[in-house]
């Protein structure tokens, strides 16, 4: 059985730090004449990562990255710049040459920042031109097996019992995570309280551990620990329910309709790249991406493949940037 997307990059996290350029096969390069300039790229693309090695943006990344080595037959070399939940590397991207030789892999950070910081050094809509969505992947509300709850409706009547006193694990004020539980406080009229940790991983030691009851655990990472009986899965944050976990009902069929929270994941060039440039990378995504084995990866992890339009991602940032602005104002949440 493929082992998943978190196993598999944390062995490669040495090369990663020593900055190896990825492998790619020359004879998929002919398959890139169809979808744009027969000269691009001309050479290997500067490809940014702005979180660190191991977490679900680099992860889902680099198996990207390397598909599109493959596809054009020029190296496509990730790039990790972290720091300030994703804004130290969208900012080098952002001033990048609009060239099509440097690009930018991110996920919902994008587009939470503008209103977590009071000033951020870019602008996501001005300074960016959409790609390509590669795929979402929601959360998983989990809790620790001790926590006497089995489902959404008695996680909320507990916590309506115990205001304040119900913790919920997350990788830092302003994560997918973090935002994930103030959605949920916002629509059940709960008030759990968000306990920051540095990372998915220190966030997951704590709630098996006991310390966090409860957390809105990125699907990429809950699998295994779902399967061993260490956490239960009490609901999934997508619209609809996962293939790899098809007997976790949603949040909006537990009881609280219209809810949804997701990790996306996607490419972005510096705005200004030429049209022939975005629209051969955009082809080149959506081919991978409705690949069967891309596919069946995906779904094994907990992600959704999308690989749409251009148009379509544009849309998507733009009702994104709106919404989590509502979520992030009533819910105080700052970062700085």
């Excluded at 000033?119 to 097996?145: C, E, H, S, T």
């Excluded at 001790?146 to 507990?158: G, M, R, T």
């Excluded at 539980?181 to 306990?195: D, F, K, S, T, W």
Aim: proline share 8%; charged share 15%; net charge positive.
């Amino acid at each position: 059985m493929r082992q998943s997307l978190v196993r598999v990059a944390l062995r490669r996290t040495t090369l990663a730090l020593t900055a190896c350029v990825l492998l790619v096969s020359p004879g998929l390069h002919a398959a890139q004449a169809a979808d744009g300039p027969a000269s691009y790229p001309r050479g290997p693309v500067r490809y940014v990562v702005p979180f660190p090695v191991g977490g679900g943006v680099d992860v889902a990344g680099r198996i990207l990255a390397q598909r599109l080595a493959e596809h054009f037959g020029k190296p496509f070399v990730v790039e990790n710049r972290g720091g300030a939940n994703g804004n130290i590397g969208t900012e080098v991207v952002a001033h990048a040459a609009p060239d099509g030789m440097t690009l930018l892999f991110t996920g919902a950070g994008f587009v939470t920042n503008p209103s977590l910081y009071s000033k951020i050094p870019y602008d996501p809509i001005r300074d960016f031109a959409p790609v390509a969505m590669m795929a979402f992947g929601p959360n998983v509300l989990v809790v620790n097996a001790s926590l006497p709850v089995k489902s959404v409706q008695e996680l909320i009547a507990l916590a309506r019992a115990r205001p304040d006193q119900i913790g919920f694990a997350g990788s830092g004020n302003g994560s997918t995570p973090h935002l994930a539980g103030e959605l949920m406080n916002q629509i059940a009229g709960i008030r759990m309280v968000h306990i920051p940790y540095r990372g998915t991983g220190p966030a997951l030691v704590a709630i098996l551990g006991g310390e966090a009851p409860v957390m809105f655990l990125p699907a990429i990472n809950a699998g295994p620990n779902i399967a061993s009986g260490r956490l239960r899965a009490l609901a999934v944050t997508s619209r609809e329910r996962l293939q790899s976990l098809p007997q976790v009902p949603t949040v909006a069929e537990s009881g609280l309709p219209g809810y949804e929270s997701a990790q996306w994941y996607g490419v972005l060039a510096p705005a200004g790249t030429d049209a022939a440039i975005l629209n051969a990378l955009n082809a080149a995504i959506a081919r991978i991406m409705h690949t069967s084995d891309m596919q069946a990866r995906m779904h094994e992890d907990g992600l959704v493949p999308i690989g749409g339009s251009r148009e379509q991602f544009a849309a998507l940032i733009t009702s994104e940037i709106t919404k989590w602005a509502k979520v992030i104002k009533l819910s105080g949440a700052r970062v700085d």
